[in-house]
């Protein structure tokens, strides 16, 4: 497609449920990442994927968290066991390799938790 | 620990006005400096930043980056009501991911 796309655009979920969410990076680009906006913050960084490579899972803030990016290209985020603070924007970007590459956003997935 | 500063957090002009947002970043392994317009969910892309000294354009838009002072700014021009957004600075280190700062809500009004 033309840009990054992420699904769904909405989640409304009760505490305790695991959900998936979903990225579609640019065709062609090697490079994925994760980061979440909560109320009133700035981006913060989850996960990323650069090509067949291990991904860097430093920002994911606790194992109820996971990533996985198959075939190099889709990427799900799957929080398990939800809690009302990972309300939040769930933003993914792709970019061509990384480090000094322009990362482009997807529209994001907003989370809530009740 | 990498840490990036915005300055101011709000401004409220009045069009036409023109406009200075600040970048103050301590990052280790520094690659560049993205700067990014975020207006309802998605942050578009604005300028990247490499080099220090040389100004980016983009119609009122300009920016600039010190890496020996580690700061950055853009500059707008002639503000319209549709600058109206939250302005992210994000330097990049070595792990390749962006460390964002909290933005500058500008609110440009008519």
């Known amino acids: 497609g033309a840009g990054v796309s992420q699904s769904p655009s909405n989640k409304v979920t009760e505490k305790g449920k695991d959900v998936e969410l979903r990225c579609d990076p640019i065709?062609?680009?090697?490079?994925l990442y994760w980061y979440r906006q909560s109320l009133g913050q700035g981006l913060e960084f989850l996960i990323y994927f650069q090509g067949n490579s291990a991904p860097d899972k430093s920002g994911l803030p606790s194992d109820r968290f996971s990533a996985e990016r198959t075939g190099g290209s889709v990427s799900t985020l799957t929080i398990q066991r939800t809690q009302q603070e990972d309300s939040a924007v769930y933003l993914c970007?792709?970019?061509?390799?990384?480090?000094?590459?322009?990362?482009?956003f997807g529209p994001g997935t907003r989370l809530t938790v009740l | 620990e990498d840490k990036v500063v915005q300055s101011p957090l709000s401004l409220v002009v009045h069009e036409g006005d023109t406009v200075t947002l600040n970048c103050s970043y301590e990052v280790t392994n520094f690659r560049s400096l993205l700067w990014y317009k975020q207006e309802k969910k998605a942050p578009t892309f604005l300028f990247m930043l490499t080099s220090s000294g040389i100004e980016k354009k983009s119609g009122r838009l300009s920016s600039i980056l010190d890496k020996k002072e580690l700061f950055s700014i853009l500059n707008i021009t002639a503000t319209q009501t549709g600058d109206s957004a939250v302005y992210l600075c994000?330097?990049?280190?070595?792990?390749?991911?962006?460390?964002f700062g909290k933005g500058t809500k500008l609110s440009v009004k008519p």
């Open positions: 994000a330097p990049g280190g070595s792990q390749g991911n962006l460390i």
């Open positions: 065709s062609g680009h090697t490079a």
């Open positions: 970007a792709s970019s061509l390799a990384m480090v000094t590459d322009t990362q482009y």
